[in-house]
């Protein structure tokens, strides 16, 4: 008999596992592919090792800070800031036509080019910073609010409005067009008031060194181990049942699979009100350079590009949006070592439905054209890249739908939040980007959260 049973083998289910084995708990973490970190892993491509998911980490702190999500997220898992070896970003920005907003860790910078950009907004800017929701604040009735309402409240300049919500919906926008002003607090200081870092050794070292933690605690790491069905009796969970018909009995389950997906793993009688699977998908391009990006010019870390005024962010009804993506590359952050290979990942929003549709052929053929376009429209916003490729790869919708179980190929999950964790089921949780919290330190974070509230209670 387990105490808890985690399924899925990401960032939330990983923390969460080692949070309750922190405190001696028999937990097992169950994952239906052969490799961990769930959306934010790593895998090998002709001879080459590629990160996906990981553009970089929100939620930046230097070493030594105290204070912050990152310093928490550290001391509840017990690991050393130097076991990440975080490098601060070089420097970032949002383009919009005619405008480009330069950001990096260091808000003042933000402040002083929406200063110089918007005239007079800048005192609205830090009316925004001072009406943000907190972490603990989600699920209240004031942070689940339309962030749009509540920004056009207050920024009263709609180019800079729809500046602001670029990122902040590339980098955890659920939902079509808005997100509750809760999510957009969190994500708004993530990225704007403390800012973005990258390990050093790229995703593989956060992940495996999460691994590693957890299995030396004692906790049991299940890959290729899919779950059929969470069998319920008298409204909690009895056991849960893998693909090859074993049985594993449990006084608790906490999955990271998603709301909708955890509720059809129960079996239960169709809700009328039930969650919706959300829209929200992307492409994403990898491009690996003969030469590192700042030699001919591309300094920055992240470029948020949108070709119009307006931000239109919604599922396109082509394979692929054009009109606006985000352009990284891994080098350019300020590494004490050097950072391998030169690399630029251009993402886009996608079409799950248009995409799945596709027969092999077609699939890999989308994949050769639609690669091309978005160098073309990446190179609107950055120094031209393209004759210093000398290997790419590319992953669709269907890939993250693959590889992490999201109905629709949906990023970020559902656009309905569960806060507090909870399911009609008293023995089952929540935890990772259905529970509310997105990025890398969000999700390490759900997770620990999750287990902290109701498992090391019960």
């Not at 790229?202 to 004692?218: D, H, P, S, T, W």
């Not at 829209?279 to 590009?305: C, H, K, N, W």
């Not at 091309?372 to 669709?396: K, N, Y």
Request: hydrophobic share 40%.
């Amino acid at each position: 008999m387990y105490d808890t049973i985690i399924i899925g083998a990401g960032m939330s289910g990983l923390a969460a596992g080692i949070r309750l084995a922190h405190f001696d708990r028999r937990v097992c973490i169950l994952e239906r592919h052969h490799a961990i970190g769930g959306l934010n892993s790593f895998y090998r491509h002709r001879g080459r090792r590629f990160d996906v998911g990981l553009h970089a980490v929100t939620n930046y702190a230097p070493k030594g800070t105290r204070q912050g999500p990152l310093a928490r997220l550290l001391r509840q898992l017990r690991v050393a800031w130097d076991e990440w070896s975080l490098a601060p970003q070089c420097g970032s920005a949002i383009v919009f036509p005619g405008v480009t907003l330069e950001f990096s860790n260091h808000f003042e910078q933000f402040a002083a080019n929406v200063a110089r950009h918007f005239p007079g907004q800048e005192p609205k800017l830090r009316r925004l910073v001072d009406a943000l929701a907190t972490y603990e604040q989600l699920g209240e009735q004031a942070a689940c609010e339309s962030a749009r309402r509540v920004v056009s409240s207050i920024i009263d300049e709609p180019l800079l409005r729809e500046m602001l919500f670029c990122p902040v919906l590339f980098y955890g926008g659920a939902r079509e067009h808005d997100i509750d002003f809760g999510q957009f607090s969190v994500l708004f200081r993530s990225i704007f008031l403390e800012g973005l870092g990258r390990p050093t050794a790229g995703i593989r070292a956060i992940v495996k060194k999460l691994a590693q933690r957890f299995q030396a605690l004692g906790g049991e790491l299940r890959l290729k181990a899919r779950v059929q069905r969470i069998a319920v009796k008298e409204g909690r969970v009895h056991h849960v049942e893998l693909e090859d018909g074993t049985e594993l009995p449990t006084r608790n389950v906490l999955s990271s699979a998603g709301w909708p997906e955890t509720m059809r793993l129960c079996s239960l009688p169709a809700d009328p009100a039930a969650v919706e699977p959300g829209q929200i998908s992307f492409v994403e391009s990898i491009s690996v350079l003969d030469a590192q990006p700042a030699s001919f010019g591309y300094d920055r870390t992240m470029v948020f590009f949108n070709e119009t005024d307006t931000f239109d962010y919604r599922q396109p009804e082509d394979l692929v949006d054009l009109r606006s993506g985000l352009i990284c590359s891994p080098n350019n952050f300020v590494y004490t070592e050097p950072s391998g290979e030169g690399m630029v990942r251009i993402s886009a929003l996608a079409n799950f439905r248009r995409w799945a549709a596709l027969d092999p052929e077609q699939y890999r053929l989308n994949k050769l054209h639609w690669y091309d376009r978005l160098a073309e429209a990446a190179v609107r916003h950055v120094p031209d890249f393209r004759s210093r490729v000398i290997d790419t790869d590319m992953f669709t919708p269907t890939t993250i739908r693959r590889f992490t179980g999201r109905d629709n190929g949906a990023i970020y999950g559902a656009p309905t939040k569960h806060y507090d964790g909870r399911t009609p089921i008293d023995n089952l949780y929540i935890c990772g980007t259905d529970q509310g919290l997105v990025g890398i330190v969000g999700t390490l974070i759900s997770g620990i959260a999750i287990a902290n509230r109701y498992l090391l209670r019960n």
